[in-house]
Nanobody
Framework: QVQLVESGGGSVQAGGSLRLSCAAS????????MGWFRQVPGKAREGVAA???????SYTDSVKGRFTISQDNAKNTLYLQMNSLKPEDTAMYYC????????????????????WGQGTQVTVSS
């Protein structure tokens, strides 16, 4: 069973930066798509960024130019570099793996991914 463990969350002031990491272990999984999602209480989980096996990246409009998704396959680790953080970025952030059926039009959909981490909280104060 694949396990995903996120780290790197915390509390920062607006304009600050954080780097989230997601370490995968315990089994094999497809790297066709891997992604980062976020969720605030009372709202649906939102796709933030995704990366294809070939390194192609996708972002939701609200984070374009501020967030960067990357991966280190040798370390089985997914990253999300978040710069110029805003209060509206406050959420629980989750990594997702094995989006083998995802596409450029569906990478942001929860059901496209098989494995999920437990989440790491990001809080941005104004």
């Amino acid at each position: 069973q694949v396990q995903l463990v996120e780290s790197g969350g915390g509390s920062v002031q607006a304009g600050g930066s954080l780097r989230l990491s997601c370490a995968a272990s315990g089994g094999t999984y497809s790297r066709v798509y891997m992604g980062w999602f976020r969720q605030v209480p009372g709202k649906a989980r939102e796709g933030v960024a995704a990366i294809k096996r070939d390194g192609t990246t996708s972002y939701t409009d609200s984070v374009k130019g501020r967030f960067t998704i990357s991966q280190d396959n040798a370390k089985n680790t997914l990253y999300l570099q978040m710069n110029s953080l805003k209060p509206e970025d406050t959420a629980m952030y989750y990594c997702a793996a094995d989006g083998r059926r995802a596409s450029c039009g569906t990478w942001w959909m929860n059901f496209e991914y098989i494995y999920w981490g437990q989440g790491t909280q990001v809080t941005v104060s104004s």
